[in-house]
């Protein structure tokens, strides 16, 4: 087949790694893969050599802007109409609200045969204006009505999608979003080495958070639970993997506080370096407010990781309590404070946990399992 995939930018995240895997693993099963891609702009990293390296083709629409903007989204639609009217692909396959709305618009205007959408994170949700989410539920809602199917990361998105009206019964597909598992369950590097290149004390007990320095990760949480912790644990050590745009704010506050021998932040990383990175805790802590499903904690358990995690969106589908780790209701300092000290403190929990939890995760979040599901729903 002749697959184009669409998605605003190649920044580092989640949804982007999701694309370019599944771009590469239906390119190695023989179709003809076309990605297109708006520019890879912002403190997030790029991917995009990444993407032109993998030996399908990729095109980039500079009108493809993350932003709402009338004029280039207008013709960000009339260039991807042209491109499907020119290659003619078999199915476009959509990434990301922006992406989804304007490509699944511009490919049934065009006359695909098969339109397909996947929703890696709904852009309503409580966290912002009222008038805003009803705009985006209005839009989720007519581009549903020009696609044949959609994928979502987790069950918790098709919930919420259809709580808003979007779609219809019989069009969700759930299809984990998969990832490179080798590297996390590989031995190598060792705790001690990894911690030694990082310069953090050997008998430190490691807090491992994976996300971006912005609104809504829940780093602000963390500072408020951060005296509690370090008081009653003295061995706590926090190790942040990230950057965004609240890191300089953040190492003021820790270095305001006296803390900075307590907390390692990595700044921005590429995708490849999380595993080794996860080698060196003892814990993963996410304390988002909003994902589709964060790929930070299958990450972690496949590394053999406990984890504490808000109940936000898909996270109950791999943090399940009394079995891989803490779930907390989203906000709650107090029980995040108190979820993050039952594992501090009980290091066979831990273990238990963590092993099940690699377990679990082992088959459901391979990338070719990923890639095998996806190309199903080809039809």
């Known amino acids: 087949m002749r697959i184009m995939h669409i998605i605003t930018r190649l920044v580092v995240g989640g949804a982007q790694e999701n694309t370019l895997l599944t771009c590469r693993g239906l390119h190695e099963r023989g179709h003809e893969v076309i990605l297109i891609t708006g520019p890879s702009l912002g403190p997030e990293g790029s991917l995009l050599e990444r993407a032109q390296s993998e030996g399908y083709r990729v095109i980039v629409c500079p009108h493809l802007v993350r932003n709402p903007h009338p004029w280039h989204d207008l013709m960000a639609y009339r260039a991807i109409k042209r491109w499907c009217r020119q290659l003619r692909p078999d199915v476009v396959h959509t990434h990301s609200s922006k992406a989804g709305i304007i490509g699944r618009a511009a490919a049934r205007a065009a006359g695909v045969r098969r339109v397909i959408h996947t929703i890696h994170g709904l852009p309503f ?12 539920v209005g ?3 007519w581009a549903a009505r020009r696609c044949d199917h959609i994928l979502c990361v987790a069950d918790a998105m098709t919930r919420q999608a259809r709580a808003a009206g979007v779609g219809h019964e019989g069009q969700f ?22 911690r030694q290149e990082l ?13 971006r320095l912005q609104p809504l990760k829940g780093h602000d949480d963390l500072l408020a639970v951060t005296p509690e912790l370090f008081a009653a644990y003295p061995q706590a050590h926090w190790l942040w993997i ?9 190492e ?11 907390f390692t932040l990595t700044g921005l990383v590429p995708p490849a370096r999380i595993a080794p990175l996860l080698k060196a ?27 504490v995690s808000y109940d936000c969106d898909g996270a109950a589908e791999v943090c399940q309590p009394g079995r891989t780790g803490v779930l907390v209701p989203t906000g709650n300092q107090e029980l995040l404070a108190r979820g ?15 092993q099940a939890g690699r377990e679990w995760c082992r088959r459901r979040f391979d990338w070719r399992v990923m890639v095998e599901e996806i190309e199903k729903s080809y039809g």
């Not at 003021?252 to 307590?262: C, E, F, K, L, S």
């Not at 993050?340 to 963590?354: C, I, P, S, T």
Request: proline letters at 6%; charged letters at 20%.
């Open 125 to 136: 949700h409580p966290y912002q204006a009222g008038w805003m989410n009803r705009l985006w």
């Open 139 to 141: 839009l989720e809602r």
């Open 173 to 194: 597909t759930t299809v984990y979003s998969g990832m490179e598992v080798e590297p996390f369950l590989a031995d190598v590097p060792t705790r001690a080495a990894m």
């Open 199 to 211: 310069g953090i004390p050997a008998d430190r007990l490691v807090m491992a958070v994976v996300a």
């Open 242 to 250: 990230g950057d965004g745009v609240y890191r300089a704010r953040f």
């Open 252 to 262: 003021a506050h820790i270095r305001g506080q006296g803390w900075q021998d307590r």
């Open 281 to 307: 805790a003892d814990l993963l802590v996410h304390p988002s407010y909003r994902e589709g499903l964060a790929r930070a904690l299958p990450q972690a358990l496949l590394s053999g990781l406990p984890v």
């Open 340 to 354: 993050v000290g039952e594992l501090l403190a009980d290091g066979d929990l831990r273990q238990r946990y963590g």
